[in-house]
């Protein structure tokens, strides 16, 4: 090797360090588009996947329903965050820097409205310091990481070639000295940050110089909250509406909701609680105070905040703001149901308040989402989320109402696997607060419904194509029934109990009752095996349910006549068993010690009979009645020509069903010989005894006698179930 050329000195003394530095960033660069070109493809291709794949894919373009088609029943907690969570105006944002932007809005002057404008760019151009510095300190952790590596390749160098090191130490030794500048400069920006520390200490501890560590901690800061302090306050408040003194409250309000949270011990807040009497104090103070005071400085005029007539709207959106945060931090402590229902109760006041501000939305729906789920709190908890939900539906945009709408049915579904017979309670309550949000909008309930509807018949179709015991599964568990039994609730409740109160509702549900009829019926015939009885029995009761509200014919009695027709009534013989009486309502499948047994044939004769004269009760109005009933009597009869020796008391239970039919029948022909006009007359024919209710008909009678037995016991089987 020739001898180094004096410009390649210069150039490796002078310029060699900003030209490695300046190539490692380029690198680094290319780096991080290609990783972000990857994540976009990746994106896309998930976005391109099928509707036939596993989970709930929905549809992607039907009736504008792309923003809810990738809901997923499998990953329902997920997608529940992902919907609430996205925030296209706010995508930059964090809960706790909107935080402290909140009570720092809260400091600046009392009178001025300039001040919460300044205090809102303030925030933004914080956001966008905070986005600089993050890339810088990328920028020096990748310098760090290339100088490290050349250190370690130098050293490997000087280890392995020690002839080329001391070559390069006589004829090119600027290069060399790069390293050594590097280490010289860590260590003294090391001593430098060292000195800093210093100062910042001196300068807190007043001219201090040295700190001891045997010295006990320093007291904790801001100002002491006394129950002199806060009658104060409420006093000028509810007096002069002290715009002053309501900032106050509400720091004091701040520093009390994040005594729990983290970082609470060493954040600085301007007001310090110490003690619960002083905490309850402050809480209930905020909570009682809070709702007049907005409601003087912005009026709510038809349940909406007037802005126009608020002068000061600036300042009071950043109260508004300060008091959601402690709020929802509050209510996120909380364990107490009473508290938490208090909390809940109160905060309705300040829904059209809420509902001026998307992201603080979000935020609340989501955490009244995370109550309604949880499984700490009770049902009074779950109903004032509800109506905080349906007030906040009826005033927010529409975008919160398809987050609130999707929100609840995805916590449901979460929480309806019935484990014990007291969850059943539960999963029911649940129900019924879904199905009395989705009458809110019909639009969105629309929406919604077709597509977890068309979800449901995706996951039944690929079910019947594979036919594997992973398949059935998928289908025959109880997230999949009580998604089923939800949606039933929903149109038998608008179309059906409710159709006068909301025609509107009920003229656009309507369409999605034949498509939901198909998936149920599919359901059942599905596996026809004796161990899914209780499974049949529960889906042919909610189709029951939906074509006794809405009137609908549904041909369900070949379906219950077919358990009655099985080889397990018919050809085997029940094994005899001391086993406790087994309730259907809390299973899908037989257990595997009931199989064949007596006890679990008479409970399913017993629910199979309810189920025949609740069938015969819902078309006991018909004016075909005595025509359609027929084939039916037939077949029962000849089934208790030929097993009811075997099964004694439900053939005299069957033969008292046979005569209430046949006196309906009676019944319906003394009615019909009435009539003036022809069986084409299709509109006189459904107006046959249009006001005559089923239940007042013998065997609708009858039905309603057998469903009040059935019913104590229930309630029964339920006491001994809990008592053990």
């Known amino acids: ?193 060292s000195q800093a520390d210093g100062s910042s200490s001196d300068s807190e501890d007043q001219d201090v110089d040295m700190v001891d560590s045997s010295k006990p901690p320093t007291k904790p800061s801001g100002v002491l909250v006394t129950a002199g302090l806060l009658d104060g306050w409420e006093k000028e408040i509810k007096q002069s509406h002290s715009i002053k003194a309501f900032k106050q409250l509400l720091l004091a309000f701040y520093s009390a909701s994040h005594m729990e949270s983290e970082g609470a011990k060493t954040a600085n807040y301007v007001y310090r609680i110490e003690g619960m009497k002083i905490f309850n104090k402050t809480v209930s103070t905020a909570i009682r105070v809070a709702p007049a005071a907005f409601g003087h400085l912005a009026p709510v005029a038809n349940g909406k905040v007037d802005k126009k007539k608020s002068k000061k709207w600036n300042v009071v959106q950043a109260l508004v703001k300060s008091y959601l945060t402690s709020l929802l931090e509050l209510l996120k402590q909380m364990s107490d149901p009473t508290m938490i229902q208090y909390l809940i109760k109160e905060s309705e006041r300040m829904v059209p308040y809420i509902a001026c501000f998307v992201r603080h939305t979000r935020a609340f729906v989501k955490e009244l989402l995370r109550l309604f789920g949880s499984p700490a709190v009770d049902d009074g908890v779950r109903i004032l989320v509800l109506l905080s939900l349906r007030q906040l539906v009826s005033l927010a945009p529409s975008e919160v109402t398809d987050m609130a709408l999707k929100g609840i049915y995805l916590t449901y579904v979460r929480h309806s696997n019935v484990k014990n017979i007291s969850s059943l309670t539960t999963i029911q309550l649940m129900r019924n607060c879904g199905v009395e949000l989705y009458g809110a909008d019909a639009k969105a309930s629309y929406q919604h419904g077709f597509v977890y509807i068309r979800q449901l018949a995706i996951h039944l179709r690929n079910s019947m194509q594979l036919r594997s015991k992973e398949s059935f599964r998928a289908i025959y568990n109880w997230q999949f029934i009580n998604s089923l039994n939800f949606w039933t609730e929903v149109l038998a409740t608008y179309c059906g109990d409710r159709a006068e109160e909301k025609p509107e509702l009920c003229a656009t549900l309507e369409s999605l009752v034949y498509p939901l009829t198909q998936i149920v019926l599919g359901v059942v015939r599905l596996v026809p095996t004796a161990k899914y009885f209780p499974l049949r029995i529960h889906c042919i009761s909610q189709l029951l349910r939906l074509s006794s509200a809405t009137g609908i014919y549904i041909p369900l009695l070949p379906m219950i006549i077919e358990v009655l027709e099985s080889p397990e009534f018919l050809s085997r013989r029940p094994v005899k068993s001391t086993l406790k009486p087994l309730m259907l309502e809390s299973h899908l499948k037989v257990p595997r010690e009931y199989e064949h047994t007596r006890v679990y044939l008479e409970v399913v004769l017993e629910n199979v009979f309810g189920l025949l004269a609740d069938g015969f009760a819902s078309q006991s109005v018909r004016i075909a009645f005595p025509e359609w009933s027929v084939p039916a009597i037939l077949q029962l009869r000849r089934w208790r020509k030929r097993v009811g020796a075997s099964w004694s008391r439900f053939s005299k239970q069957l033969q008292g069903l046979l005569e209430k039919i046949d006196q309906t029948s009676r019944l319906i022909q003394q009615q019909r010989s009435k009539v003036d006009f022809a069986p084409s007359n299709l509109s006189g024919a459904n107006q046959f005894m249009q006001d005559f209710s089923p239940e007042k008909t013998p065997v609708g009678q009858y039905a309603a006698s057998l469903r009040k037995i059935q019913a104590q016991q229930r309630a029964t089987l339920v006491e001994a179930e809990v008592e053990n």
């Open 1 to 193: 090797m020739g001898k180094v050329k004096k410009t390649t000195r210069k150039f490796n003394q002078k310029h060699l360090k900003t030209e490695l530095e300046r190539r490692n960033k380029n690198k680094k660069a290319q780096q991080l588009s290609k990783k972000r070109e990857l994540k976009k493809k990746k994106r896309s291709a998930n976005a391109d996947t099928d509707d036939e794949a596993d989970g709930f894919t929905g549809i992607e373009a039907v009736d504008e329903l792309a923003g809810f088609a990738e809901s997923t029943l499998k990953d329902a907690d997920a997608d529940m965050n992902k919907f609430i969570e996205s925030d296209v105006e706010n995508e930059g944002d964090s809960n706790d820097s909107t935080d402290d932007e909140d009570v720092a809005a809260l400091l600046g002057d009392d009178d001025e409205d300039e001040d919460s404008e300044e205090a809102d760019s303030n925030a933004q151009g914080s956001e966008g310091d905070g986005d600089e510095e993050e890339d810088t300190i990328d920028d020096e952790d990748s310098e760090f990481d290339d100088e490290d590596t050349f250190k370690k390749e130098f050293e490997a160098m000087k280890r392995k070639d020690p002839e080329f090191f001391e070559f390069m130490k006589k004829n090119d030794p600027g290069s060399l000295k790069i390293l050594e500048q590097s280490s010289d400069e860590e260590e003294g920006d090391d001593e430098i940050q």
